[in-house]
């Protein structure tokens, strides 16, 4: 007695099997396509019991045929009840068989083995989106970063207090006291007397800086009063609103280039 191979698919997760095999294992007599449409007068309804597929006709050759062959994807209840609508021993045999594929399916090791596969597929797509996801979190950052304007001057005048030397103003800029003093002379904003600047009357009454007196010794050991000009936060600012007419910015305000 031959032995039953039908071969069972299993697409999304649920076992089916080809009409046309079935039909070649029942050694049914009558043509498929008079068979078929007979057998699904018992109730069986398309797209719920059977899926019709059409199929490239093979030649013995090995070349495909011009014209499609209908077949029908069939699930495994109804492959059992067309089996016992043949009443044949044959059909009988075909039952038990899909029975006995049913009893493994159903087995707790073949569930196991489903939900742990079921399991990786979901991990490894868990893995696939959380990379995706650190992958899009890293080029909205960077993103966010280059659109984030750069720190601005003014905030930085605006959290700072008291007066501050010329030399301590230069080094916002990269430059030395000595060319932040020759600039602004350059530019008509103060006049040097003796050693020390001061600020042509045009800009003397603003604000901007404040004389203060320091007692140093000379050469002989003697107590002198220095005087020293210091800029306010005030004018800070306005020195930094005539370099950036002539396009020189606060290192914070450059380029990185």
């Known amino acids: 007695m031959n032995e039953i191979t039908i071969a ?13 095999e079935l039909y070649q294992a ?3 007599k009558t043509p498929y396509t008079m068979w078929f449409p007979r057998m699904c007068e018992y109730g069986f309804g398309e797209n719920i019991d059977y899926f019709t597929d059409h199929k490239n006709v093979i030649r ?14 069939l699930t495994i209840d109804m492959a059992k009840e ?9 059909g009988k045999r075909c039952r038990e068989y899909f029975l006995n594929l049913e009893r493994q399916w159903n087995s707790p090791d073949a569930v196991m ?9 979901k991990l490894e797509l868990a893995k696939q989106q959380n990379g995706s996801l650190i992958e899009t979190t890293a080029v909205q950052a960077k993103q966010i970063e280059e659109m984030k304007p750069k720190a601005n001057y003014y905030d930085v005048v605006l959290n700072s207090a008291g007066l501050m030397p010329i030399s301590t103003i230069a080094k916002d800029y990269g430059k030395s006291a000595v060319w932040l003093n020759k600039w602004l002379h350059e530019h008509g904003i103060q006049y040097k007397m003796g050693t020390v600047w001061l600020l042509y009357q045009k800009y003397a009454d603003r604000g901007y800086v404040q004389s203060k007196t320091f007692t140093v010794l000379d050469s002989n050991g003697d107590s002198i009063a220095k005087p020293n000009t210091q800029w306010t936060q005030r004018g800070r ?7 950036k007419k002539e396009g020189i910015l606060p290192l914070i305000e450059q380029d990185d280039s």
């Open 8 to 20: 069972v698919k299993y697409d999304n997760d649920k076992p089916t099997v080809s009409g046309r």
């Open 26 to 28: 029942l050694l049914v």
């Open 60 to 73: 013995e050759d090995g070349r495909e045929m011009p014209q499609k062959q209908i077949d029908h994807i």
């Open 82 to 90: 067309l089996c016992m609508i043949q009443r044949t021993e044959i």
């Open 113 to 121: 083995a489903r939900a742990l596969q079921i399991a990786d597929q």
């Open 237 to 243: 600012l306005f020195i930094y609103e005539q370099l």
